[in-house]
């Protein structure tokens, strides 16, 4: 019998192990930022605690020495010209203009301070920058009243300096600013509920304010302000927390609006993830966007490392960053290197004097949180295929980059090209689909005013030398894009009689998308292909453009034959109605103007750089090349650019199909030769350049003859573009239980508030600011039992001071017991008076009333709300909303409570069995005896894991 039960204990701790590794674990470890809990010992605490600044003061000096001399460099700038930098006394001078620099150059001058607190005057300098600050009525700026960006790039800097220099301020000034910040914070929360950014999903406002409020939420919190600091970060979480899950739509790391204003979104979007993690215990560094995110950076660089690809509302490369971003990502997601290699690179070459230059308000203000992020156990390593030119496709934002983050050198040649959905594919697909129905209602909860009409838009840098550029931050007009715009026009045009895509806008600063034709408004890439060297991009823009023009199609195929020779052909396909009889194409460069130039009848333009020229020609597929026209097109006053140089040419268009070709080429290459002919199905071009010939076949029909989509004979090679392997759409479904999602992470909060609610009694207790105290934490609760709780926790207090062996630990946790749950009740007060809001905002104008009904909700706990009696508040347009009819304050510690006792308990039954076995009943002869041990432990065994697993869940 003793053999069948050798092995029992060794098979029995096996399965024990196997079950332990088969628990649910959470994934998210945090990325090493460690989690708070509430446990503060004062400030700074928003990045970083007392306790820690010793060592950030010896990083500036070894690891962290080159972003803090930087921080040491905007230091002293600032010290050294306080009149230029210091915000004005004068309401009316502060509020006069655009005032983010404010906010923005105090979070890096309050960092000097701490990483350089024995500098002369710079302490004084921040204190008299902060009294400045807090003696304006008001931080937002006269012209634009409706816009609180201004304000919370004020509110967070003003914030972070509040937390980084809490203890050099006087006792006066400490209280002087929290009021300031709980003023501005109070403002920022109740225009939530109000203003777009409230609603607009994944648009830069949203995470600028979002963090701005939450930043001023976190410094309240600490000082004790629980029931403002708690709705307040609720608010947040709502918000912000659904913006997380709609971004797990963009599959390719992409931010609709750009490069340039993506760094605007993504220097507040990391904070936020970097703040809920350290205080909240809620990681995102597992989200599937944040992961591909790297390539948006990396992909969209031109040669160099001084410009990005200008997409949209665009400077010349970014607003915020990007070093900050990148280290970030490199420490907390990727771990491998390339993003801080990434931040050196742009660091090394920044522009010093000309365009790219950083903005005089932007330059400074991510260094600090650069300086905090960077990892330099993470040696700078480039990306396995650096210094080769790569093509990439971002299927979500519909553009196709060539050649990035190279270095500026001869035949490193950067290429792009746009086609995709209004706002995105995510975006588009939400609104279109119907996704997300709980909280999208069409296009008013989304933004696209900083996108451009601009489908099958293109950019060519051959050399690295913009060549054909974007026109940057400018009006939303098609001709200003690289884009086709036809005649006569059919509608009301902004440029009578010609008429370009649906979105453009002629009397507004944002692009026209939420009504009519252009919410629809989109363009198609239908292939991204290499293939030995050479590069082949095919779109269709159709869908942008007004359907009455009654264009079948409008397809751009770009060629890169060489690196400094590109072919261009576009092919307008009409209807046999269609009443346009001219295409116009556009071809910007905002450095250098365009010159004519002309050989054998082709006609052409140039432009002259250093390196030599670089020329452009065209010819339709008769052989026709008409005279282009140049000029420069100024921006109206309110732009940050004065306008661009461009080309403009105009083609006649023949029924049913006209195409015409342009090359594009550098210095190196001498074109003898070109020459285009077609026919319904095909476009032939002939080129001879630098004595190479290239023979171009193009299958442009709606129905292929051959499986292909282009054909290159160069000498002797043959190279084939199959349409195969053409671009195959699958976008994402729509993420499962996302509302639970949201739900679970909103649960993070009232934790730590419980815990914060703990420590202020501990701290009061045995005082006589005791009664007070609990007053203050029970101002939002029942009247009628207020005083009972609080003679029950007074009294408790008073047995503290006769009982000698008590703990003081174990007494707070049963005073905490016999507090209601003050922040349920909170919640539900303001539930209440937000719904009145609300029905007056529906009176006022029913539609919008109706329209932003789901933004003024709050998450209820749709788990607990099992089993409860609930109730239903009808209006007369209203959905019906769910709210609890009861508040069962007690019922999560008591839950959580008993969960830990019955957890303890079954550890200790466990272990003892165990011990009982391996002891005395090990030897038995009965196998039977040790069987049933073996099933009484297994039992045991499973009922742990599933106490272990609710005690996880409950945070118990």
């Known amino acids: 019998m003793r053999t069948y039960t050798r092995g029992a204990p060794t098979v029995f701790f096996i399965h024990l192990i196997c079950s332990l590794l088969a628990l649910p674990v959470d994934e998210n470890h945090g990325a090493g930022i460690p989690f708070q ?258 390539a948006f950076m990396y992909r969209t660089i031109l040669p160099g490392f001084q410009r990005s690809v200008a997409i949209a509302d665009s400077n010349y490369n970014w607003f915020y960053g990007p070093e900050s971003q990148l280290v970030f990502m490199d420490n907390y997601i990727m771990r491998n290197g390339s993003g801080n290699w990434l931040a050196q690179m742009i660091r090394q070459n920044r522009v010093v004097e000309g365009p790219g230059l950083a903005g005089k308000g932007q330059r400074w203000c991510t260094l600090h949180t650069e300086f905090l992020w960077y990892n330099a156990s993470l040696a700078p390593m480039p990306p396995p295929d650096f210094e080769r030119s790569r093509l990439h496709f971002f299927e979500d934002w519909g553009v196709v980059t060539y050649g990035s983050s190279l270095p500026a050198q001869i035949n490193n040649t950067f290429l792009s090209f746009k086609s995709g959905k209004l706002g995105g594919r995510a975006i588009f697909d939400i609104v279109h689909h119907n996704k997300y129905k709980e909280w999208i209602k069409g296009w008013r909860n989304f933004n696209a005013g900083h996108e451009h009409p601009d489908q099958n838009s293109f950019t060519f840098a051959p050399n690295g030398v913009p060549f054909i550029t974007e026109a940057l931050y400018g009006p939303k007009y098609t001709f200003l894009n690289n884009a086709l715009m036809f005649s006569p026009a059919i509608s009301e045009s902004c440029f009578a009689p010609w ?208 499986p292909l989509f282009a054909m290159v004979l160069a000498d002797r090679q043959k190279i084939v573009f199959e349409r195969a392997a053409g671009v195959k759409d699958a976008p994402p479904p729509e993420v499962s239980n996302y509302l639970g ?97 609300r029905k007056k905002v529906y009176e006022e104008n029913p539609e919008e009333g109706e329209g932003d009904a789901r933004d003024f909700l709050d998450y209820s706990d749709r788990r607990r709300a099992k089993g409860r009696k609930v109730g239903y508040v009808k209006s007369r347009r209203y959905k019906e909303v769910l709210m609890d009819s009861i508040v069962r304050s007690t019922e999560p510690t008591i839950s959580a409570s008993y969960i830990r006792l019955f957890l303890i308990l079954n550890t200790a039954t466990f272990f003892m069995l165990l011990t009982l076995l391996l002891t005395r009943f090990q030897k038995t002869q009965n196998l039977h005896t040790q069987r049933c041990f073996y099933g009484i432990l297994l039992i045991d065994c499973f009922i742990l894991l599933c106490l272990y697993s609710s005690c996880s869940q409950a945070q118990c």
């Open 499 to 706: 008429e370009g895509q649906v979105t453009e806008a002629c009397n507004s600063k944002w692009l026209k998308y939420k009504h009519g034709l252009a919410g629809d408004s989109q363009g198609r890439v239908l292939a991204a292909l290499e293939r030995k060297g050479m590069i082949f991009i095919r779109g269709e823009g159709m869908s942008a453009y007004n359907p009455a023009l009654k264009i079948r199609s409008v397809q751009r195929n770009l060629l890169l034959l060489h690196p400094q020779l590109l072919l261009l052909v576009d092919q307008i396909h009409l209807e046999e109605d269609s009443p346009i009889e001219s295409a116009s194409s556009y071809f910007h460069n905002t450095d250098m103007p365009f010159e004519e130039t002309a050989i054998e009848g082709v006609h052409g333009a140039f432009i002259r750089h250093k390196d030599g020229l670089y020329k452009m020609f065209w010819m339709d597929d008769t052989g026709y090349s008409d005279k282009g026209v140049l000029g420069y097109s100024g921006y109206p006053h309110g732009y940050p650019y004065n306008g661009s140089n461009y080309v403009n040419v105009t083609m006649p268009l023949r029924n049913p199909l006209t195409r015409v070709a342009y090359i594009f080429f550098g210095p190196d290459v001498d074109v003898q030769s070109f020459s285009i002919r077609g026919d319904a199905q095909r476009v032939d071009i002939y080129l001879v350049a630098n004595d190479h010939t290239y023979t171009v076949y193009l299958l442009t029909g709606e129905v292929a003859s051959k």
């Open 37 to 294: 809990n509430g446990n503060y010992d004062g400030h700074p605490m928003l990045y970083f605690s007392k306790g820690e600044v010793g060592d950030l003061q010896l990083k500036a000096q070894g690891t962290h020495r080159h972003i803090a001399s930087k921080i040491q460099e905007a230091g002293q700038t600032m010290l050294a010209s306080p009149k230029q930098y210091l915000p004005p006394w004068e309401p009316a001078d502060f509020s006069a203009r655009w005032n983010e620099i404010y906010g923005n150059n105090l979070g890096v001058l309050s960092m000097f301070c701490v990483l350089y607190p024995e500098t002369t005057g710079a302490l004084d300098l921040a204190k008299d920058y902060m009294e400045r600050m807090a003696a304006q009525p008001s931080w937002l700026v006269k012209d634009a009243p409706w816009d609180e960006v201004p304000l919370a790039h004020s509110l967070v800097g003003f914030s972070t300096a509040y937390d980084f220099l809490y203890n050099y301020l006087s006792k006066s000034q400490q209280e002087r600013f929290l009021e300031v910040i709980a003023n501005a914070s109070r403002y920022m929360y109740d225009k939530s509920y109000s203003q777009g950014w409230g609603f607009q999903y994944l648009h830069n406002h949203q995470p600028t304010n979002c963090v701005a409020l939450l930043t001023g939420s976190l410094v309240l919190m600490n000082q004790g302000y629980l029931q403002e600091a708690y709705l307040w970060t609720k608010q947040v979480f709502a918000i912000m927390e659904k913006s997380l899950v709609l971004l797990q739509d963009v599959t390719d790391g992409s931010l609709y609006e750009g490069v340039a204003y993506g760094t605007y979104t993504t220097r507040s979007l990391f904070q936020y993830m970097f703040l809920v993690q350290r205080h909240f215990n809620i990681s995102h560094f597992d989200h599937p966007w944040i992961k591909q995110h790297f």
């Open 741 to 837: 999602l949201v739900e679970d992470n909103l649960q993070h909060v009232k934790p730590v508030f419980q815990q914060l609610e703990k420590q202020i009694l501990a701290r009061v207790l045995n005082t006589d600011n005791f009664r007070k105290t609990a007053e203050q934490l029970l101002q939002f609760s029942d009247k009628k039992k207020t005083e009972e709780v609080i003679e029950k926790m007074f009294t408790l207090s008073q047995k503290q001071g006769k009982a000698k062996n008590t703990r003081k630990e174990s007494l707070t946790n049963r005073l905490s017991e016999s507090l209601p749950d003050i922040f349920a009740q909170i919640e539900l007060a303001e539930k209440k008076q937000r719904q009145k809001s």
